[in-house]
């Protein structure tokens, strides 16, 4: 595995002959073709990334930028896998996170919209996304070239397809054990560098643990949102954003308490609800805000301070 990786980073030395190369169709594939939306826009930060509660369904998402958060810290690389951007780590970002209910067998595989590389980091151990680079969450990672045009599989236990042992086919490692109540999250990214079309793929879980539990081998906490609170997040509007000294919060709704969270949950800011809240004090950084109502309602919005 070492020296495919390594044969893997050689291959990425010569990304501007694959990007050259691959340019003129990827750009052609995205004016005639006619694709259908996807159904999540993925988060493209680790600090927001999208729950997973139901593993018994496929998700079909698409990515389209970086984020607005240096997931690396500063890094070229991280895990496994070297930078898709000239200028930073990422390019085109998916973040997930999910926690089992049940410790079992836990596999997944990466299906593309179009035949393409796409790549995946694996991280256990309750991860903090303000140190990825701490080696003692790395638990899984791929970063090999797919071995066919017409096979760009990616992921985890057995191909959908070409089936093996787990492991075995090429773009696919081993199955891995989770534990109940652990938090786990998966990065998952196309191989391409900036400026390139929008990207799509469908993310499906496999192994013992889904083959048992199915729909509930998941927390549901996470996704447990009502219909009311989806709706508050929906019209609750924040500005400037990036923000400098003060924050303004538009809404109709009746909220009773702010709080404001770092990245890594620190609670910064608590207080009694208003439409503006002196920032000047912060650190540049990104910040979660929580808005609540008086029967336990929440509206979460992210915050870019400058």
Not at 55 to 76: K, M, R
Request: aromatic share 12%.
């Amino acid at each position: 595995m070492e020296q495919n990786r390594l044969k893997k980073y050689y291959y990425k030395a010569l990304v501007p002959t694959k990007v050259g190369i691959s340019l003129v169709w990827l750009l052609a594939l995205a004016l005639c073709s006619n694709i259908s939306n996807a159904q999540i826009t993925a988060e493209p930060d680790c600090p927001t990334a999208y729950p997973i509660c139901d593993a018994s369904q496929p998700i079909y998402f698409e990515v389209n930028g970086p984020g607005t958060i240096d997931d690396a810290n500063g890094a070229t690389f991280l895990y496994c896998q070297n930078q898709t951007s000239v200028s930073q780590f990422e390019s085109k970002s998916a973040w997930f996170t999910f926690t089992p209910k049940y410790s079992g067998e836990l596999g997944f595989y990466i299906l593309p919209e179009v035949n393409d590389d796409w790549e995946f980091l694996f991280f256990g151990n309750n991860p903090d996304c303000a140190d990825l680079q701490n080696t003692s969450y790395w638990s899984l990672c791929n970063t090999i070239t797919p071995e066919s045009p017409t096979n760009s599989y990616t992921g985890s236990g057995v191909h959908p397809i070409i089936g093996g042992g787990a492991g075995t086919i090429q773009c696919f490692e081993d199955y891995v054990t989770v534990n109940a109540g652990e938090k786990y999250i998966l990065f998952i990214t196309p191989f391409v560098f900036d400026g390139l079309p929008t990207k799509r793929a469908t993310l499906t879980f496999q192994g013992g643990l889904i083959a048992t539990h199915g729909a509930d081998a998941f927390e549901q906490a996470p996704c447990l949102l009502s219909v009311a609170d989806y709706n508050l997040n929906n019209i609750v509007s924040i500005y400037p954003n990036p923000v400098k000294n003060k924050l303004n919060i538009t809404t109709n709704t009746k909220f009773t308490k702010l709080e404001l969270y770092t990245i890594t949950g620190k609670r910064v800011i608590q207080q009694e609800f208003t439409t503006a809240i002196n920032t000047t004090h912060l650190s540049k950084g990104v910040y979660l805000l929580k808005l609540y109502t008086k029967n336990g309602q929440v509206a979460i919005k992210k915050v870019v301070k400058q």
